[in-house]
């Protein structure tokens, strides 16, 4: 028989339940006509990898933004398109993901991660960086990282403007090769520290250029870098005890079972 009471207390719960929803509804219109009026008041940029080399600096991100997409500062905060602006630096050779955002004070923050080159080429007074997923990307000027240069005759057609992956069949195949050698080198630190160079002999055939000693080593085609590796292992730990150092120039790990030294 309590049901007039019953009544009454959910007209309560409901008319607070109302209230509640108006409050919340005045308090979101609040925040809307707020950020409505708050105006972009600088830009910030954080480099978030780890590398210790720098393709691209805060200044740089700050200029690409300004050529590729004009003025932010003194912009209404909900006028900024933060999907373009993400979108022209992405573009950008070195850098493999940019994030924009905006926080509540009006300041436009910028993260950014590079890629990070496993190898360059060298073609003349060209330079071109690849990472680990064959994306390549030329050399800008007071930028550099310190790994392993191939050079000679490089299979890729590469001028100042190219960048992004190989299309062409051979040229793709090439540097997937050259790729996962670099990738096996850069797994086994032994031969990411010894080996600073990588010649292109005109047959293709490869000739590995260690930091230290006089050798050369033939190593032919880019593929079964496990085996050839497991062979300049072998002829570090085996043959130059015997022998010594520098007492061969040039080391063939081209056949099947066998080192031959000259």
């Given at each position: 028989m309590n049901r007039p009471g019953k009544i009454v207390r959910t007209a309560l719960s409901l008319a607070a339940l109302g209230l509640i929803l108006v409050c919340l509804a005045l308090a979101l219109g609040v925040s809307s006509a707020s950020r409505n009026k708050t105006v972009c008041?600088?830009?910030?940029?954080?480099?978030?990898?780890?590398?210790?080399?720098?393709?691209?600096?805060?200044?740089?991100i700050r200029e690409y933004l300004e050529k590729g997409y004009g003025k932010t500062a003194g912009v209404p905060v909900n006028n900024l398109d933060l999907k373009k602006i993400e979108t022209i630096l992405d573009s950008q050779s070195a850098v493999l993901k940019s994030e924009a955002y905006c926080t509540k004070d009006g300041m436009l923050h910028i993260d950014i991660v590079q890629r990070t080159p496993i190898m360059r080429f060298?073609?003349?007074r060209e330079g071109f960086y690849a990472d680990a997923h064959g994306y390549i990307f030329p050399m800008k000027t007071g930028k550099s990282s310190y790994v392993v240069v191939v050079d000679g005759e490089i299979p890729l057609r590469l001028d100042g403007t190219d960048r992004g992956k190989s299309t062409s069949g051979k040229e793709r195949i090439w540097l997937e090769q050259m790729t996962a050698l670099v990738k096996y080198m850069s797994e086994h630190k032994v031969w990411e520290n010894n080996?600073?160079?990588?010649h292109v002999e005109k047959n293709g055939d490869l000739v590995l250029i260690p930091r230290e000693g006089k050798e050369r080593f033939l190593f032919g085609k880019p593929g079964d870098a496990e085996g050839k590796f497991e062979k300049m292992?072998?002829?570090?730990?085996?043959?130059?005890?015997?022998?010594?150092?520098?007492f061969?120039?040039?080391?063939d790990l081209r056949y099947n079972g066998q080192i031959i030294c000259k």
């Open positions: 008041s600088g830009l910030t940029v954080e480099i978030r990898d780890s590398s210790k080399s720098r393709f691209v600096s805060r200044d740089d060298q073609k003349g080996i600073v160079q990588i292992e072998c002829y570090y730990t085996g043959i130059v005890p015997l022998k010594g150092k520098d061969y120039r040039t080391v």
